[in-house]
């Protein structure tokens, strides 16, 4: 299981299957997330390809820096690992696909093609001024509760036990 330092940071990254003839998969994770979300994928696509799989800043097995929290810097994050790997194609979730937008447009010689999963693009204000005023209440002391307190509130009546854990 391979680190990377990139500055203060040190990341953390699998490999899966090898295929020096083609392009590596490089998978980005969502927020609150980790190189974990991608098992299927990586299960399957490994069999054919090269494929990575990586946890950005603050998440999963990386470490937590004492700042640097943006997109841009997830972005950075994201250049590490791909200098060095090499060019790959890039796919990623939710803000991993803000960050994987990113690094295709500052850093085109480093990603051979770009797939995005629910990309959050365009939101609408509401939806971005409420997100704006999370990221403030998670700032606090009280940060990690008030994200427990927004992530068991996504769930319903009808939610599995098994989905909600």
């Given at each position: 299981m391979p680190?990377?330092?990139?500055?203060?940071?040190?990341?953390?990254?699998?490999?899966?299957?090898?295929?020096?003839?083609?392009?590596?998969?490089?998978f980005v994770h969502g927020w609150t997330c980790d190189s974990n979300d991608w098992v299927w994928q990586l299960s399957h696509?490994?069999?054919?390809?090269?494929?990575?799989?990586?946890?950005?800043?603050?998440?999963?097995?990386s470490s937590v820096p004492s700042s640097g929290f943006r997109l841009v810097d997830y972005a950075t994050d994201v250049v590490a690992v791909l200098e060095e790997v090499?060019?790959?194609?890039?796919?990623?979730?939710?803000?991993g696909a803000l960050v994987s937008s990113l690094v295709a447009v500052d850093r085109?010689?480093?990603?051979?093609?770009?797939?995005?999963?629910?990309?959050?693009?365009?939101?609408e204000a509401d939806v971005v001024q409420a997100a704006a005023a999370f990221a403030d209440r998670v700032k606090g002391v009280d940060g990690i509760e008030q994200v427990l307190t927004w992530l068991t509130g996504a769930d319903g009546p009808a939610t599995p036990a098994w989905l909600a854990m």
């Open positions: 680190f990377l330092h990139n500055g203060e940071v040190r990341l953390f990254y699998t490999t899966h299957g090898w295929n020096s003839g083609s392009s590596p998969l490089v696509f490994s069999s054919a390809r090269t494929c990575l799989a990586l946890d950005l800043r603050g998440h999963g097995r090499g060019p790959a194609v890039l796919v990623g979730h939710s803000m085109p010689d480093l990603v051979k093609a770009l797939v995005v999963v629910d990309a959050p693009y365009a939101l």
